[in-house]
T-cell receptor
Framework: DTGVSQNPRHKITKRGQNVTFRCDPI?????LYWYRQTLGQGPEFLTY????????KSRLLSDRFSAERPKGSFSTLEIQRTEQGDSAMYLC??????????????FGPGTRLTVT | AQSVSQHNHHVILSEAASLELGCNYS??????LFWYVQYPGQHLQLLLK??????LVKGIKGFEAEFIKSKFSFNLRKPSVQWSDTAEYFC????????????FGKGTHLIIQP
């Protein structure tokens, strides 16, 4: 499968712990996005990268959230000092900007976080 | 700021019925519009998109949508639904060149009864 992959698929953690999620985009895609989805809601945009540059981070939910894409390939999303309200599905998407795909975002399967 | 409103959160139809799912957006500038679908147990995938040109766009699996700028709407339609269309449908919008983060509606859960 050459689509967007995310690891882990499920994460259970205790309140106050730090967690890190990984996203591997489609290999030639230069943009990578992170979203959060809670039950009964659509995905909520958090941040995105053009290669290794983070172009938007004001939508990150708090300063406990951070994301990196150090080499312009995979990305990590870290949540520090998790709270129960952080329980959600975290989605990653990628796109090829400048290509012929019309900027369609391809989504991964998500990482489901449960904070106990 | 952009926002997207989907009017129907749950829709139940019989096979062969016609479908129309409403989507309205709030944004004063140039927008790009999308419909995504999530089948049970699967990833979000793109059904169709509008960037410019013909306001009636056709997507995969017989779906189409019409952009009506004066109504800020982008409703999704299908003339005859199938049981396999059971899924969650999301309308989304972004601005500018179409490569920014998407703003999604809350989604419509569609159930097709055989």
């Amino acid at each position: 499968d050459t689509g967007v992959s995310q690891n882990p698929r499920h994460k259970i953690t205790k309140r106050g712990q730090n967690v890190t999620f990984r996203c591997d985009p489609i290999s030639e895609h230069n943009r990578l996005y992170w979203y959060r989805q809670t039950l009964g809601q659509g995905p909520e945009f958090l941040t995105y990268f053009q290669n290794e540059a983070q172009l938007e981070k004001s939508r990150l939910l708090s300063d406990r959230f951070s994301a990196e894409r150090p080499k312009g390939s995979f990305s990590t999303l870290e949540i520090q000092r998790t709270e129960q309200g952080d329980s959600a599905m975290y989605l990653c998407a990628s796109s090829l900007v400048g290509g012929q795909t019309g900027y369609e975002q391809y989504f991964g399967p998500g990482t489901r976080l449960t904070v106990t | 700021a952009q926002s997207v409103s989907q009017h129907n959160h749950h829709v139940i139809l019989s096979e062969a019925a016609s479908l129309e799912l409403g989507c309205n957006y709030s944004y004063g500038g140039t927008v790009n519009l999308f419909w995504y679908v999530q089948y049970p147990g699967q990833h979000l995938q793109l059904l169709l998109k509008y960037f410019s040109g013909d306001p009636l766009v056709k997507g995969i699996k017989g779906f189409e949508a019409e952009f009506i700028k004066s109504k800020f709407s982008f409703n999704l339609r299908k003339p005859s639904v199938q049981w396999s269309d059971t899924a969650e449908y999301f309308c989304a919008v972004n601005s500018g060149g179409g490569a920014d983060g998407l703003t999604f509606g809350k989604g419509t859960h569609l159930i097709i009864q055989p």
